[in-house]
Nanobody, 123 residues
Framework: QVQLVGSGGGLVQDGGSLRLSCAASGRTSSIYGVGWFRQAPGKEREFVAA????????YYADFVKGRFTISRDNAKNTVYLQMNSLKSDDTAVYYCAAAPRRNLSVPGAYDYWGQGTPVTVSS
């Protein structure tokens, strides 16, 4: 089992920045990758970014390229999502998740999910 705790969400103005954190514990040796997803009210959960636990390869949704950066600190078992140039469309609950398998852009690849941290961007 892997436990995930997401944090760092909050209220920010249009154009501002936030950094989300995802702390993993438990059987972290089983993790292939960690991803961030988001879900806005009335919309389906969508992929934002992911990073391989070993090697650090990163993947991004097109709508965040150039604005968001995912990184990890393996010594702390923590993955970060630096979000810059935030827009009102980025308002959502952000979830981190851990996958033991490939296809990191697909929710079905993930077995473990954090509790979600809300991000609100005011215009």
């Amino acid at each position: 089992q892997v436990q995930l705790v997401g944090s760092g969400g909050g209220l920010v103005q249009d154009g501002g920045s936030l950094r989300l954190s995802c702390a993993a514990s438990g059987r972290t040796s089983s993790i292939y990758g960690v991803g961030w997803f988001r879900q806005a009210p009335g919309k389906e959960r969508e992929f934002v970014a992911a990073i391989r636990w070993n090697g650090g390869f990163t993947y991004y949704a097109d709508f965040v390229k150039g604005r968001f950066t995912i990184s990890r600190d393996n010594a702390k078992n923590t993955v970060y999502l630096q979000m810059n140039s935030l827009k009102s469309d980025d308002t959502a609950v952000y979830y981190c998740a851990a996958a033991p398998r490939r296809n990191l852009s697909v929710p079905g690849a993930y077995d473990y999910w954090g509790q979600g941290t809300p991000v609100t961007v005011s215009s």
